[in-house]
């Protein structure tokens, strides 16, 4: 038997991570705090909520710049250094949930719903597989790719609603709305399948699309499809 998801539940409070301390409060929109005495972050700037005077804000140096500006992804990402600490929030229903990575590690995130990362993170981006997923998968075309470095990191995310997490074992398979899944180690393979019926006195067929996400990996779901800026491209 399957197992289910387990939901992720974000702990309220403080912690340490790559070096960092953070701190989480909230509920319903929740705010991530971040002590950045010791380790700059970086994160969009449209998701700054407040920050001590003397926290430093400069633009990230970013690779591929006319890449990106073709491929129509985040361009300009800010950092932040201190000695301070700086909050940020989604201001938006959900959960934020913390992705450490080792040394070497990589996660693909849906595009823009990241809310900030230590600077041992590299933040790029990549081509969703396959014209039909990118035609009908509703991911957008590009995907976030985060990678530490030689040293540990520290991504956090903003899910719509609740955020669950499903470890699936090689070859195994779950079909998941387009909107439904928020991040996922490379080694998912993701493609998009559709299922027709008939109903009603006229024979009308509706359509049910689903991105198909086959392990070996972890998937992290989440529970409000929400449809962002990518999304409607």
């Known amino acids: ?37 010791q380790r700059p972050v970086f994160f969009e700037q449209h998701i700054l909520f407040w920050k001590h005077p003397d926290i430093h804000i400069s633009l990230k140096p970013m690779h591929g710049i006319l ?19 700086i909050a940020f929030s989604r201001s938006a229903v959900g959960h934020i949930v913390p992705i450490r990575l080792a040394p070497g590690q990589t996660m693909h995130v849906r595009a823009h719903q990241f809310l900030a990362a230590t600077d041992t993170v590299d933040y790029g981006f990549e081509m969703v597989s396959g014209l039909l997923n990118r035609a009908m998968g509703e991911t957008g075309t590009f995907l976030d790719r985060f990678s530490a470095g030689a040293e540990e990191g520290v991504v956090w995310l903003h899910g719509h609603g609740n955020v669950f997490e499903k470890t699936l074992a090689e070859g195994e398979s779950i079909e998941v709305q387009p909107l439904g899944w928020l991040y996922k180690d490379p080694s998912v393979r993701m493609e998009t399948d559709s299922d027709t019926f008939t109903s009603g006195l006229l ?20 529970s409000i499809l929400v449809h962002t800026q990518t999304e409607q491209k």
Not at 69 to 78: H, S
Request: with cysteine; glycine share 14%; charged share 15%.
């Open 1 to 37: 038997m399957s197992q289910l998801p387990e939901l992720i539940v974000t702990k309220v409070g403080a912690d340490v991570a790559a070096g960092v301390s953070y701190h989480l409060d909230g509920e319903l929109a929740p705010v991530l705090t971040v002590d950045v005495s």
């Open 67 to 85: 890449k990106r500006f073709v491929a129509g992804v985040q361009m300009f990402i800010l950092q932040a250094s201190g000695p301070g600490c």
């Open 203 to 222: 024979g009308s067929n509706t359509n049910f699309i689903f991105n198909r996400l086959t392990g070996p990996g972890r998937v992290g779901l989440q």
